[in-house]
């Protein structure tokens, strides 16, 4: 069983950049898919990005292409999303899920594993 902690949230002006962490425990974090998904207030949890395994293959949602990317350190069990050229609209609790799966569609119930989140907020 995976537990996610992440990190690296906080206030930004829109057009900064954060970086988000989720360390993750256990041995078997190298096989676990690893996603990022994040809630806005009044709003549904929605799919950000997600990666292999491997760190071969990773996806994500069009309102972030371009700007974010996800990106993993088997090492050091840890999964990263570098957040570029912040919006406002990008404020929300961002969650670090995994899964066994290996290659998951990008939704919710893909998911096994979620950490306790961490918030971002842009001003504007």
């Known amino acids: 069983q995976a537990q996610l902690v992440e990190s690296g949230g906080g206030l930004v002006q829109a057009g900064g950049s954060l970086r988000l962490s989720c360390s993750a425990s256990g041995r078997s974090f190298r096989s676990y898919t690893m996603g990022w998904f994040r809630q806005a207030p009044g709003k549904e949890r929605d799919f950000v990005a997600h990666?292999?395994?491997?760190?071969?293959?990773?996806r994500s949602a069009e309102s972030v292409k371009g700007r974010f990317s996800i990106s993993r350190d088997n090492a050091k069990n840890t999964v990263y999303l570098q957040m570029n050229s912040l919006k406002p609209e990008d404020t929300a609790v961002y969650y670090c899920?995994?899964?066994?799966?290996?290659?998951?569609?990008?939704?919710?119930?893909?998911?096994?594993?979620w950490g306790q989140g961490t918030q971002v907020t842009v001003s504007s």
């Open positions: 990666i292999s395994w491997s760190g071969g293959l990773t």
């Open positions: 899920a995994a899964t066994r799966s290996d290659w998951p569609t990008p939704g919710l119930r893909s998911y096994d594993y």
